[in-house]
């Protein structure tokens, strides 16, 4: 049987999605690719159908142990053979289901990392296993934003299965640096890339309204669609859902403060529909498949760029106009702060989460097209989407060259060695300890802004860190720097302009 013909018998479609048949073809010659789809464009056939045609067994890694038995239900329903080996099972039921694959019962075999780096692989490399498929493939490099140890354990094993299998790896979101990284792990020679652009995704930033004011608002405007309400904690996940049930919406919960059952539950009403909208953290969403999820927004600010993209794109599976918002507020993205400095990870990654925390300060303040923004950041070209709320934003743009020469001199007469609070500080003209301690009340530009508040003059920088005038480097402490675009400006070469800034239906207070 051809794939095309598998793509039909077996999982009924009849065409193949960008992408796929090249991944297919890959394997099938026994080469190694990196498959890089954005969530929903259909990763598991891509090793599924080859699967089929293979003669011995493929072995799915996957770190998705919750959605495991749903994958492999999915598949059997399909009258395709395959089964899962994680820590939910017993010993025996373990050994039961390797000799069903030593004997080729089944043709797909879930494996979770962990499980690898125990002793049950020499009991995998006794099995004639043709294909490996490393899901969530981004999870083994150090420069992704959900790097897991025995992931990259895993790599060293791979190698040595005396099968020689050929090796997929596939995953949604990966950065040009960690495609290379993935690649080099896994000896990939292959890689196939399908557009990340989202066209059915309309972009939304929201900034420093009163975010359950907005919330209540938009759920009445759309109370007949499903979505997901992404917030950073269990207690902010806890406190908007009793919000909003007070408010008689069909909402429920999920949160890893749950018992397994409450997850099961929820999960279930709102792939049912039964409750029309999810409020979670971040540890829900991996895997799910649910198609009519026409909004996704996040109550507070995720920590990466790849995080956002991939939680975001859980709107609009099917295709059908969808949204994706950020609601930004400066505060939580101090809370973020907290979180990665509090956090015993070490220097070096947290520098890293720093820096990608950094990126989303940018996204919410670029002026850019946000899809386009979002692209570059993957390496990708793209032309403006015309639906993001910055494509859409028809206010009159400001000339604030005058403005952005009097940030760009302060940052130069600090020496370019301090960071944006110091620098507002200094623009202001506060007399905070900091600014006597170095004189900088001595600067010319000493209170040269200090008609705006502190947070506005914040706002700026950041306004001009994400359009290049300022680079902003360095972890916990993000140095300012003035770029040689920003030296055009200090030069009067080059004009910068801004959209006129919103006034907030409903400030929230000031937080310096
Ligand atoms: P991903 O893992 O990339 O997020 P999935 O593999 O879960 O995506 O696929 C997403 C959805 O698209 C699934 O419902 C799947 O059955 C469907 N799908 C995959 N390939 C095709 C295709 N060629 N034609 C139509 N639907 C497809």
């Known amino acids: 049987m051809t794939p095309q013909e598998l793509l039909k018998i077996k999982f009924g479609y009849d065409s193949f999605r960008p992408g796929q ?3 297919i073809n890959d394997i099938l010659a026994h080469k190694n690719v990196l498959t890089i789809m954005p969530t929903g464009g259909g990763k598991s056939l891509c090793y599924q159908i080859p699967a089929l045609l293979l003669d011995g067994v493929t072995l799915v890694v996957s770190p998705l142990i919750a959605l495991m038995k749903d994958q492999v239900d999915a598949l059997n329903e399909n009258g395709i053979p395959a089964t899962f080996i994680n820590s939910t099972l017993s010993f025996d039921e373990i050994d039961n289901r390797f000799k069903q694959a030593k004997n080729s019962e089944v043709k797909l075999l879930y494996v979770s990392p962990e499980r690898l780096d125990s002793g049950a692989f ?17 999870c083994i490099s150090q420069w992704g934003h959900d790097f897991r140890p025995s992931y990259l354990a895993l790599t060293n094993h791979l190698h040595q299965l ?14 040009p640096r960690v495609a290379e990284d993935i690649k080099a792990r896994l000896g990939l020679s292959e890689e196939v ?31 007949d669609q499903s979505g997901i309400i992404y917030a950073s904690t269990r207690k902010e996940v806890e406190r908007l859902t009793r919000l909003l049930q007070k408010y008689h919406f069909s909402v429920t919960m999920y949160h890893g403060g749950l ?94 989460e720093f820096q990608k925390l950094q990126t989303m300060v940018q996204y919410a303040n670029t002026e850019e097209c946000l899809q386009q923004f979002i692209l570059h950041y993957f ?13 859409l934003d028809t206010r009159e743009s400001q000339d604030i060259t005058v403005e952005t020469q009097k940030v760009l001199s302060c940052v130069r007469r600090m020496n370019e060695h301090f960071g944006k609070t110091l620098v507002a500080q200094v623009l ?58 920003g030296l055009t400006v200090l030069t009067g070469q080059q004009k910068v302009s801004r959209k006129v800034a ?11």
């Open 259 to 352: 018992s397994r059952d409450e997850r099961r539950q929820n999960q279930d009403d709102f792939l049912y529909d039964r409750a029309l909208v999810m409020v979670a953290t971040n540890a829900f969403g991996m895997g799910i498949d649910k198609s009519n999820v026409r909004f996704v927004i996040h109550d507070s600010i995720p920590g990466s760029l790849e995080a956002y993209y991939q939680e975001a794109g859980r709107a609009g599976r099917d295709g059908l106009p969808s949204e994706a918002i950020l609601l930004f507020k400066m505060a939580d993205v101090q809370t973020q702060h907290f979180f990665i400095e509090q956090s015993d990870r070490n220097e070096q990654v947290k520098e890293r």
């Open 502 to 512: 919103v006034q907030a239906t409903k400030a929230l207070p000031e937080n310096d």
């Open 428 to 485: 202001a003209g506060s007399k905070d300890q900091k600014v006597m301690k170095f004189h900088f009340n001595t600067l010319s530009t000493y209170g040269i802004m200090q008609d705006q508040s502190k947070r506005q003059i914040t706002e700026l920088i950041d306004y001009l860190t994400a359009a290049g005038y300022l680079t902003a480097e360095g972890g916990q402490f993000p140095v300012l720097k003035v770029t040689p675009l």
């Open 122 to 138: 020499s009991q995998l490399a006794a099995l004639p296993i043709d294909l490996v498929a490393v899901d969530e493939a981004h």
């Open 379 to 391: 390496g990708e070209e793209g032309p403006t989407c015309g639906r993001c709320s910055n494509c």
């Open 21 to 23: 048949a090249t991944a």
């Open 193 to 223: 890339k399908t557009g990340f652009e989202r066209d059915n995704l309309a972009f939304k930033v929201v900034k420093n309204q009163d975010s359950d004011r907005y919330l209540l608002d938009y759920l009445k405007l759309n109370s």
């Open 162 to 175: 005396p099968s020689h299998p050929a090796i997929i790896a596939l995953t949604a979101t990966a950065t």
